[in-house]
């Protein structure tokens, strides 16, 4: 039996335990799941619906995810498209819109109570689910619809008439999050030419005062921690700041921060 195989069962385990009034039980499942209320950490499923609720943020390669854009969308074509594991930029764009529109939807709530909706929904399966057959398990009752269908029921009220809603501005193109991303001088002298004596400027930014491991970045990934971290910027703010989308911002942060640990393991030798 492999890592995953076990940790299905043990899953499987808590979801009975939990069936049977333990709350220690019910709060391992949300930890399975992605989120522990401690440290308030998001990751793994719980933490890919919020970032998708909240930001926008899309991963195509997720078949779950493409499904649940899937049951918002009218457009056949856009509908089919959304079936294969590889879209075209014209689905991918349609799929952004309609997410766009759910994050518009969900504007009024707070990141703890879209965590909270979160949590409730999966405890709330985990009451229902009853086992059926040796080959299935808790997880797959709800990767392969059951927390899709729960969430859209679950927020009925906001996303009631979605599915034929076309009332929203269109989106701006923008770069997928594996794409590689350069920019030019002039653009930098535009943003920056009167800030080069901040300690995260212009000439930061262009790696003439950067130290390991931020020398080790491209242009963009240090301009983008300027204006997040240093600056206080939201990802929408950076996004409308640079010209891209706010989840290839979200991505790339992401992507930054794994390169930064990375090269920390490895530093340089003086």
């Known amino acids: 039996m492999d890592d995953k195989e076990l940790q299905y069962q043990r899953i499987e385990e808590l979801v009975f335990e939990y069936q049977a009034g333990s709350s220690k039980a019910g709060l391992e499942i949300i930890q399975s799941f992605g989120y522990d209320p401690a440290t308030k950490e998001l990751s793994r499923y719980i933490g890919k619906y919020f970032n998708l609720l909240r930001y926008g943020v899309i991963n195509f390669k997720d078949k779950d995810t493409r499904l649940f854009i899937r049951m918002f969308v009218s457009e056949q074509a856009v509908r089919d498209g959304l079936i294969p594991f590889y879209q075209y930029a014209d689905i991918k764009k349609a799929a952004r819109k309609k997410v766009q529109m759910i994050n518009f939807r969900l504007r009024h709530l707070t990141d703890e109570e879209i965590i909270n909706d979160l949590c409730y929904i999966l405890l709330k399966l985990a009451k229902r689910y009853k086992k059926k057959g040796s080959k299935k398990n808790f997880c797959g009752f709800v990767y392969n619809k059951s927390f899709r269908g729960e969430l859209k029921t679950h927020y009925k009220y906001l996303f009631e ?30 943003l920056y030419f009167e800030k080069e004596t901040q300690e995260l400027g212009f000439n930061w930014i262009l790696g003439r005062t950067a130290t390991f491991p931020f020398n080790q970045l491209t242009r963009f990934e240090r301009t983008l921690i300027s204006l997040y971290d240093h600056k206080g910027m939201t990802y929408e703010e950076v996004g409308a700041q640079m010209g891209y989308h706010r989840d290839t911002i979200w991505s790339k942060r992401k992507q930054i ?14």
């Open 161 to 190: 008439d979605l599915l034929y809603s076309k009332d929203i501005e269109p989106l701006e193109d923008f770069i997928d999050e594996d794409s590689e991303i350069t920019i030019d001088d002039k653009w930098y002298l535009d």
């Open 257 to 270: 921060k794994n390169k930064i640990q990375e090269l920390l393991k490895k530093p340089p030798c003086d």
